[in-house]
């Protein structure tokens, strides 16, 4: 699998944005994730990506709450392309990794495209996104 993005738990999208284009990195529009409850922005950097990930009604609940009330603004994961995100489940699963999100429509990335959340005590979050061919 492939690197796509590291995910960052953000309080203030725009700040957050401002600070990282001063080292260079160019975002695009901020996506409205309502089923997640989440603002979602991608920055990209001489072929890295970033993703900016903010609350967007503090009064429900959103998969970056926690994190930023236990840890402040931070990357919390990384997200790797997968053609075939069941096997790659099956694949994972398999070595131990826990399940956080089953794969669901992703709204940043555009129509039909899913992605998934896994967790291993090791080394954290990780994301999988299909690629569409």
């Not at 995100?85 to 992703?106: D, G, S, T």
Request: charged share 35%; hydrophobic share 40%.
């Amino acid at each position: 699998m492939v690197v796509d993005h590291i995910g960052y738990a953000i309080k203030d999208i725009v700040k957050a944005k401002e600070e990282f284009e001063k080292f260079g990195f160019e975002f695009g529009e901020v996506v409205e994730d309502t089923d997640r409850n989440i603002l979602i922005q991608f920055g990209e950097n001489g072929g890295y990506r970033i993703e900016l990930i903010q609350t967007m009604n503090d009064e429900e609940p959103s998969p970056v709450k926690e994190i930023l009330k236990k840890n402040g603004p931070t990357p919390y994961h990384l997200c790797y392309k997968t053609k075939d995100i069941e096997q790659e489940l099956r694949r994972l699963k398999a070595e131990k990794w826990m399940v956080v999100a089953e794969p669901k429509r992703a709204i940043a990335f555009g129509d039909g495209v899913r992605v998934s959340f896994l967790f291993k005590r090791s080394i954290g979050m990780i994301e999988l996104v299909e690629e569409k061919d």
